[in-house]
């Protein structure tokens, strides 16, 4: 018998708040209890479910593939007036590979900083500038191409799908989904004759926004709390049918046996998304250093800069080429510049045996950024409040050793 493979590619979790009611581990063990072997995440214009998602299919053996339905205005996230020609549709994306995670967070970020107006919006022209990497599905009735169907406009429809073929290099699909609407119906219709046109692939979906069939009450419930109305109130949103659940393979190919591909291509589409997350590996950027120079020996030198600047018993090395042996070779005469030295010294170290050496070398960066043009920065605090190292490079401006913070000195010095 053939195997009945179906992913879902089109799945809400809890994280599109107050919209769907599925937590992340709960989908899981459902998923692996029909069979799945790799489904999709797409929250509305977040990602911020991604890596609970992630993990918890992993735990599952089942693979995740990271997504989000988008919004898409249809002229420019920049306009931010109520204008009907630049309204809002949905788009799903789903992730390929490392690029398409990067431009999908760009893109996600973006939307929210700079299109937000509603929702987190974005437009076809920085899509088209961060579509590598990713894989788009015209999404719901809610979706551009859908919206011209369902004003029985075919002709633009069709120009539209063209115009996301070419924006994601022909990795666009044409979604259709069956929730029992009467306009889904109509929908599907038209996309299958736009796909026979034009060559775009059909994908079927279903817009998952509960686990069950039975969740489909609870989660009327949630949509009352969204929109502040109660249950009795008739004339309150809500969803046209109980069928926003996980479906079984099985269920999905009843809907839509007589357009296999669309079947198919969910799990072709699976197939070619392939991004890992890379846990407890740094991400640090390298600081640029001058040439011939190694990071730990150029925050060496700052921080002794640093210190003949901040202490007055260096004073004699201010205003000379900067020497760290001459420095250290004096502090071994001078208990007070010992101290200072011993605990720079000390510091240093545990900096570079941490592998912090980039991070300070950063943060020196930018706060000598703010320094410089007059933005507040604060007396310093966080995870090296109290550092001797901290202080010399300038992050912090308090002198720790005035108050002696925790560190007992070795008595190394021979004074
Ligand atoms: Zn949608
Ligand atoms: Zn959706």
Redesign the pocket.
């Known amino acids: 018998m053939e195997q009945k493979k179906f992913t879902h590619l089109?799945l809400?979790t809890e994280y599109s708040l107050l919209d769907a009611s599925g937590k992340v581990k709960d989908i899981m063990k459902k998923a692996k209890e029909l069979g799945m072997d790799s489904i999709a995440i797409?929250d509305?214009g977040v990602m911020y479910g991604c890596v609970a998602f992630y993990k918890a299919a992993k735990e599952q053996g089942i693979k995740p593939i990271l997504g989000c339905?988008v919004y898409v205005a249809a002229k420019s996230k920049d306009i931010k007036l109520n204008d009907k020609a630049n309204s809002t549709h949905?788009l799903?994306l789903l992730v390929k590979n490392e690029i398409g995670y990067q431009n999908l967070m760009k893109i996600v970020s973006t939307a929210s900083i700079e299109g937000f107006y509603y929702k987190p919006r974005i437009d076809h022209e920085y899509l088209k500038n961060h579509s590598e990497g990713l894989i788009a599905l015209s999404?719901?009735l809610g979706g551009e191409v859908q919206s011209y169907h369902l004003k029985d406009n075919y002709e633009k429809a069709k120009e539209v799908a063209l115009l996301y073929k070419d924006i994601f290099n022909d990795d666009f699909y044409l979604e259709i989904q069956n929730h029992g609407m009467e306009e889904q119906r109509k929908v599907t219709e038209e996309n299958i004759r736009l796909s026979k046109e034009t060559g775009i692939p059909l994908v079927a979906t279903n817009?998952v926004h509960y686990i069950n069939q039975k969740d489909s009450e609870s989660h009327d419930v949630l949509m009352c709390i969204q929109t502040a109305k109660t249950v009795d109130d008739p004339n309150r949103r809500r969803y046209p049918s109980d069928q926003f659940y996980l479906k079984s393979p099985d269920e999905m190919w009843e809907m839509f046996s007589y357009v296999k591909e669309a079947l198919e291509n969910t799990t072709k589409i699976a197939d070619q998304c392939n991004f890992d997350y890379e846990f407890h590996v740094s991400k640090l950027p390298e600081f640029p250093v001058p040439e011939g120079k190694t990071p730990s020996a150029y925050l060496e030198e700052i921080c002794y800069g640093g210190l003949i600047e901040r202490y007055d018993v260096f004073k004699d090395f201010l205003n000379k080429p900067l020497s760290v042996k001459e420095i250290v070779d004096y502090s071994k005469k001078n208990e007070k510049a010992c101290e200072y030295v011993e605990r720079l010294e000390y510091e240093l170290s545990v900096i570079n045996q941490m592998g912090f050496v980039d991070y300070f070398l950063i943060t020196w960066d930018f706060i000598k950024f703010a320094n410089d043009n007059g933005i507040p920065t604060g007396p310093g605090r966080g995870s090296a409040a109290g550092s001797i190292v901290a202080f010399t490079l300038g992050i912090t401006k308090i002198d720790p050793l005035k108050y002696n913070l925790l560190f007992e000195r070795k008595q190394r010095c021979a004074v």
């Open positions: 089109h809400h797409t509305h339905e949905h799903v999404a719901c817009d």
